[in-house]
Structures are given as C-alpha cells and as structure tokens.
C-alpha cells in the first residue's frame, strides 16, 4: 500500500516556473514507478511524466518535453516535478501516481495509487 501527497501547487505566470513534490508513505515506494498526470475539467487524465524505481528511466508528455523534469528521491520517499516555462496551456490539476511495478508506463491505467490532485494555474 502506498499513500501519496501532492504539494506545491499554486499560481503562476506565464513563464515562470513551479515544482510539484509527491511524498510518499509505504515500504514499497522505492520499488515502484512513480507518474505525473494532469487533468482538465472534462477532458482526459493525461500523462505528464514517469519515471522508474530506480530513477533511470523517464519519459515524458510531448507538450512538456523540454519544458517539465521529474525526478525522484528515494531516501526521501519523494518525487519530484520541476516545471519551467510555463504555459496558460500547463493550467490543470496535477496528480502523482504510483505503481506496483518499477517499470514506467504512460497510462493513467496502468497505475494503481493516486495522491487527491494540487491545482497549477498559469496566468497569461
């Protein structure tokens, strides 16, 4: 069982930057990967960025690429999402998921454990 807390969410402009923690409890958190996805009121929970157990893999959204890093600290029980550049288009609740796998998946379904979700909001 993994319980997760989104936290650093807030408003933004337009080009400036923001970064999400997801804290972790549970004993398998290292072993699981851990996702970022956002979601806007009806529309699809999209994904935003992954990464793997051991932090050696990732892989992210296209519309973030180059833009947003996720990253993870084990020791801490805590991932992480640096997002920079920001967009009105960035503007979403954000959630962090994990699952009972170490390997990264892009699909909200494919993951088992969500946090509540923290609002970004990017003004223009």
């Known amino acids: 069982q993994v319980q997760l807390v989104e936290s650093g969410g807030g408003l933004v402009q337009a080009g400036g930057s923001l970064r999400l923690s997801c804290a972790a409890s549970?004993?398998?958190?290292?072993?699981?990967?851990v996702g970022w996805f956002r979601q806007v009121a009806g529309k699809e929970r999209d994904i935003v960025a992954t990464?793997?157990?051991?932090?050696?893999?990732?892989a992210y959204g296209d519309s973030v690429k180059g833009r947003f890093t996720i990253s993870r600290d084990n020791a801490e029980n805590t991932v992480y999402l640096q997002m920079n550049s920001l967009k009105p288009e960035d503007t979403a609740v954000y959630y962090c998921?994990?699952?009972?796998?170490?390997?990264?998946?892009?699909?909200?379904?494919?993951?088992?454990?969500w946090g509540r979700g923290i609002q970004v909001t990017v003004s223009s």
């Open positions: 549970g004993r398998t958190f290292s072993s699981a990967a």
């Open positions: 990464i793997s157990a051991s932090g050696g893999s990732t």
């Open positions: 998921a994990a699952r009972s796998s170490g390997f990264i998946r892009v699909s909200s379904f494919e993951y088992n454990y």
